[in-house]
């Protein structure tokens, strides 16, 4: 057997030289046209190990000369050679095409073949595929028993239900309206599945087409074009199969995994030495196939091919990176981004990897099975890792068990892919990274982008650095990231979890930079006064993950005073507290709080920008803003309970105000033309003071007691405008919304139940005094 491995070496040496020496010739000699070579240069020099017998009848003519020649260059370009040869038999293949026809069982010598070869389909890991090329199933069965009738002694009743089996296995019909290359194209590509399961799933059933329609949309040339995607998406398994598949075509081949990492390893004398020294010492440009992987530099790329004699039209080059930017600065011609698998590709790669078995013969919704795939969201090294890990479990509880593990401490394969890209990072991306994997996943990008400006950040940068690198994408204006990619950073950025507090710290240079916290569960002997010892805490967010359960009730706590940004939403005391220096305080977000009042006296609010108190029924006064000299938006919306709204004198730089749904208010500000005024989330589209403020408080005295006189020149106009449909104080010196009378929800908790008594007034009163054209 020894024997045979070294001539078989050494056959696939002389292949690989004599392989070189014809496309030589033939680039001098274009006029060489030997079907024969050009069939036997279609099939690439492959190792010995990938090789799959084809079993036909010789004396067919049409299957000798076109099928197996076409069917050998499809498995060629996927990095697979055939064995057509009678001594081939005696050669280890890990695979079996049988091509049916309606001869072929007729013939001693294919059946005899057939016979010898069925006996290994019981082999684990040899591959059977059979293929009916102008015989139909029933009638090959029927040809069968007429020669097995014919020769009663020559076989065994062990191989006769060999044969059984192999002839009823699924096979490959042709369609009438399916071209010949699409024909046997499906054949290679379902045995290579085989070969392969774990493999390229996904990459020959849809990717494929999508790079050769791209490269054919490029002017002739010398081509190129750059795969960029997440870690673990499948970049360089892609590459792998797009050169397997296209390595005939060309003169020279060179495909440099880790290319990255070698050049900085070996230098760029090395690699020359290495892998181009004949190309150099050419003269005549050849045509080329080169796949540059993983490269993180487009410097060490430029470098490379400065060093290189210029390639021969036809030439293509193709780079694969996770950085969308150094394809960019490369100038490739076309970039493609390499998508996750979809709901049927990832189920059967972790089926195959979980329980080694096709999907259609596993359940994988009676465990947590579904969980994981969804978790993995296509990514197929999360998959493939993912799958091993839970197929060393086999009960439920086991398994839900290790799914947490394995979400609170990624495996290490995982790990290292996702470091590799953050630790490219440099300080300002991957802070901002950070901290969108611990808060601002699934939150607005304009919205993160002015906190993350205000916490000291360059967003505008880094999140668009972010996004070319894989780490975040932007979906629906929402900055979203990969549940594998999130998992590793926040093993990155995480300080310490206390299980009794869901603490999750962010890592700054010397202390703890940011909190988000789970008070649900809250631990009563947790203190929180031990914030205000935290003096780079500039983020704190306290939510409830549970809302119908507030953990232990607060007396006090304390907060630091370098604090930028403060959310809580349901806070559940009166006040913030009073020793809160708020100085730096940029944002305050607390929705649905049960606050009257900010503070007790004046506090020094010149850093603060945003304020989000929307639904605060108890709030009382927040007079304490008008002296908020840098604030820009206000939220009031749905403070039902609000006596007065703060002066606006000094906010010049206010530009948003939602107002409250409250008729307590006597009186509002003048606001500015430049203001963007919302009145319960509804756009007000322009105000002219000082006549709104009039008109406001007297539509609402008029509410509060419909039975009271009006003073017609005064109120007459406006009220009876009121009633006009479609028409909610519409005139161009009013305030105008059309929109609101018609269906608004908020509007109707004010307006709805003294809107029809004012209708019943004014309609059986007003008339008398003015006609009005309803």
């Not at 070579?37 to 049409?62: G, H, M």
């Not at 096979?171 to 070969?195: L, M, P, R, W």
């Not at 594998?484 to 710290?505: A, L, P, W, Y």
Request: proline share 5%; hydrophobic share 35%.
């Amino acid at each position: 057997m020894d024997a045979f491995r070294t001539a078989d070496s050494i056959l696939h040496l002389i292949d690989s030289v004599i392989r070189k020496r014809i496309a030589s010739y033939r680039l001098e000699n274009p006029a060489l046209s030997s079907s024969l070579l050009q069939r036997w240069l279609a099939t690439p020099a492959t190792p010995a190990c990938n090789k799959v017998k084809i079993s036909f009848d010789r004396s067919d003519e049409t299957i000798r000369c076109s099928l197996v020649p076409h069917l050998s260059a499809a498995f060629g370009r996927k990095g697979i050679s055939v064995l057509t040869d009678k001594h081939d038999e005696f050669c280890k293949c890990i695979a079996s095409v049988f091509i049916f026809s309606k001869n072929y069982v007729s013939i001693k010598e294919s059946l005899d073949d057939f016979f010898k070869t069925s006996q290994r389909r019981h082999d684990k890991v040899h591959v059977v595929a059979t293929v009916f090329y102008g015989v139909n199933r029933s009638e090959l069965e029927g040809n069968f028993a007429k020669a097995l009738f014919e020769h009663p002694t020559s076989y065994q009743a062990s191989q006769l239900r060999s044969a059984e089996e192999i002839i009823t296995l699924p096979g490959h019909e042709k369609i009438n309206k399916q071209s010949d290359c699409e024909f046997v194209e499906k054949i290679a590509t379902d045995v290579y599945e085989k070969i392969f399961p774990k493999e390229r799933i996904g990459i020959y059933s849809r990717m494929l087409q999508d790079i050769s329609n791209l490269l054919c949309s490029q002017q002739w040339g010398v081509k190129s074009i750059g795969f960029w995607g997440m870690p673990g998406i499948g970049k360089t398994e892609l590459a792998k199969a797009v050169f397997d598949q296209m390595a005939s075509d060309y003169e020279v081949t060179c495909f440099l995994q880790n290319f990255h990492e070698t050049f900085e390893t070996k230098g760029l004398y090395s690699l020359l030495q290495e892998h181009f020294k004949n190309l150099t010492n050419q003269n005549i440009p050849k045509r080329v196939l080169l796949v540059l992987d993983d490269v993180r530099n487009h410097l060490y790329a430029e470098s490379l091919l400065a060093e290189l004699p210029s390639f021969s039209l036809g030439s293509l080059i193709i780079i694969a990176s996770r950085d969308d930017q150094v394809l960019s600065q490369y100038q490739v011609n076309q970039t493609y981004k390499v998508e996750g698998l979809n709901k049927l590709e990832a189920m059967q790669l972790f089926s195959l990897c979980a329980f080694e078995k096709d999907v259609k013969e596993t359940n994988l919704l009676k465990d947590n099975s579904m969980k994981v795939i969804e978790y993995a969201n296509g990514n197929p090294l999360a998959l493939r890792v993912y799958g091993k890990e839970m197929s060393s479990h086999e009960q439920t509880s086991q398994k839900e068990t290790l799914f947490l593990k394995l979400k609170q401490d990624p495996p290490h394969q995982i790990m290292e892919v996702v470091k590799s890209s953050y630790y490219a990072l440099n300080d300002n991306e991957k802070n901002i990274l950070v901290y969108i994997a611990f808060c601002f996943t699934g939150k607005h990008v304009e919205d993160v982008s002015k906190l993350l400006q205000d916490l000291g950040f360059f967003p505008e940068i880094g999140i668009d650095r972010l996004v070319a690198n894989s780490l975040v994408t932007i979906s629906e204006n929402k900055l979203e990231m990969h549940n594998m990619i999130q998992g590793v950073v926040k093993k990155i950025g995480r300080c310490s979890e206390d299980s009794n507090t869901s603490f999750k710290c962010v890592l700054g240079t010397t202390d703890i930079e940011a909190i988000s916290l789970d008070a649900s569960n809250l631990n009563p002997d947790v203190e929180l006064s031990l914030f205000r010892s935290m003096y780079n805490l500039r983020y704190l967010s306290i939510y409830y993950s549970n809302p119908g359960k507030h953990g232990k009730a607060l007396e006090s706590f304390s907060l630091p005073y370098g604090l930028r940004f403060f959310h809580w939403e349901t806070y559940p005391l009166k006040s913030l507290p009073q020793d809160f220096d708020p100085s730096n305080l940029v944002e305050l977000n607390m929705p649905y709080s049960q606050l009257q009042t900010l503070w007790g006296g004046t506090k020094n609010l010149k850093m603060l920008k945003r304020i989000n108190l929307r639904h605060s029924r108890k709030l009382l006064e927040v007079n304490e803003l008008s002296e908020a000299r840098n604030l820009e938006q206000i939220d009031l919306c749905g403070c039902k309970n609000l006596q007065s709204f703060p002066s606006i004198r000094n906010l010049h730089k206010l530009r948003v105000v939602d107002l409250p749904s409250c008729i307590k208010i006597k009186s509002f500000p003048e606001f500015p033309s430049n203001v963007e005024l919302k009145f319960e989330g509804s756009p007000i589209k322009t105000m002219y003071p000082p006549v709104p403020l009039i008109r406001v408080k007297s539509l609402c005295e008029f509410l509060d007691n419909p039975t009271k006189p009006l003073n017609f020149e005064r109120h007459g106009p406006y009220i009876l405008d009121i009633l006009r449909p479609g028409s909610f104080l519409n005139s161009q010196k009013r305030i105008t919304n059309p929109d609101m009378v018609e269906t608004p929800p908020t509007f109707k908790d004010i307006m709805c139940e003294k809107a029809i008594l004012m209708s019943q007034w004014a309609l059986e009163n007003l008339k008398s005094f003015r006609k009005v054209d309803f």
